[in-house]
């Protein structure tokens, strides 16, 4: 049944494994013949074979919940999971998927697997599996890491640049300060070869940067990729969130599907007063920069 109510985004995950669905190709490919504009990612363990579960589909976005890099701690958390499973699952989500769906590694830490050598090696694996993202996640729960913390995780050793930190949703909460981007002494908006422009600056708990805005392309196009430099800190992503205010007001775009955010924790570091962006698109790229006023201390 068709039905009149836009949908952004479906996002298969929940308490169990959407990938034990027998037909779950079949709920994505109803989503896409009925709304082909909705976004659609599934977040699962990866004790599948993907060819089996998701061969053949385009799917937007594959998340793999896979924590750790060696089985004994692996298993703490995934009782009789697949470290082996979950990790060849990444690896042919990126060789015999869709070729635009996005891959990211969820790599939560716990106190076994958070040893340095550990998140070196999942970085390997990253950059050797092409995938498009590995994300740290720090957390409060009961088995948490203690050497990584929210105060700590800027120490995380970063070996990639598809390498990404952030708290879990829950401890995101919390103080934060907001800058000013000041526009006469900023290059950002509408350049020669692409747009882009910053809607928030802040640091949150943690002292982690956050920055999110939006791009495209000059013609509209969405554009590859994003990357920030602040301070001694690089970061590279994607426009991955739906902006239908700039889809609105920009007749020309290819979608909604231009919005960034960057989390950068700062570690001991004052915040940034200046940014650097660079936008890759196909054949070009531009620069922006960003001059950001904090308010004064106290
Ligand atoms: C419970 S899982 C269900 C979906 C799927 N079976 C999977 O394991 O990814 C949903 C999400 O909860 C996250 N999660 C599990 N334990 C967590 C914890 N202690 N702290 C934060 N997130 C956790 C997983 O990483 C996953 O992204």
């Not at 943690?206 to 690089?234: C, F, K, P, Q």
């Not at 889809?247 to 570690?267: K, M």
Request: aromatic share 8%.
């Amino acid at each position: 049944m068709r039905s009149d109510i836009a949908v952004d985004e479906v996002h298969y995950l929940g308490w169990g494994e959407p990938l034990l669905h027998p037909n779950f190709r079949d709920l994505v490919e109803t989503v896409r013949a009925l709304s082909p504009g909705t976004i659609q990612e599934v977040t699962t363990t990866g004790n599948a074979d993907f060819r089996a579960s998701l061969g053949g589909t385009y799917i937007d976005r594959v998340v793999v919940s896979c924590d750790g890099v060696r089985q004994e701690e692996y298993q703490k958390y995934r009782i009789n999971g697949s470290l082996e499973e979950a990790l060849r699952f990444m690896r042919d989500a990126k060789l015999h998927g869709h070729p635009d769906t996005f891959v990211e590694w969820k790599y939560i830490l716990f106190d076994g697997n958070d040893h340095p050598d550990d998140l070196i090696r999942a970085q390997v694996l990253a950059d050797e599996f092409g995938l498009d993202s590995l994300l740290f996640i720090v957390t409060n729960s009961k088995t948490r890491s203690l050497r990584y913390t929210n105060d700590t995780m800027a120490e995380i050793p970063i070996r990639s640049r598809r390498t990404k930190i952030s708290p879990a949703a829950a401890m995101m909460i919390g103080s934060r300060v907001s800058g000013h981007v000041d526009p006469a002494r900023s290059q950002l908006g509408d350049r020669e070869n692409a747009s882009l422009y910053i809607d928030e600056c802040r640091v949150t708990r943690g002292n982690m940067l956050t920055v999110s805005g939006w791009s495209l392309g000059a013609d509209g196009s969405y554009v590859d990729e994003v990357e920030l430099i602040a301070g001694s800190h690089r970061q590279v992503t994607q426009t991955h969130d739906l902006r239908h205010d700039v889809a609105a007001a920009r007749s020309n775009a290819q979608g909604a599907r231009c919005g960034f955010l960057f989390r950068v924790p700062l570690g001991g570091q004052s915040m940034p007063d200046a940014l650097a962006l660079t936008v890759r698109l196909r054949n070009h790229t531009q620069d922006f920069s960003a001059a950001v006023q904090w308010p004064a201390a106290g």
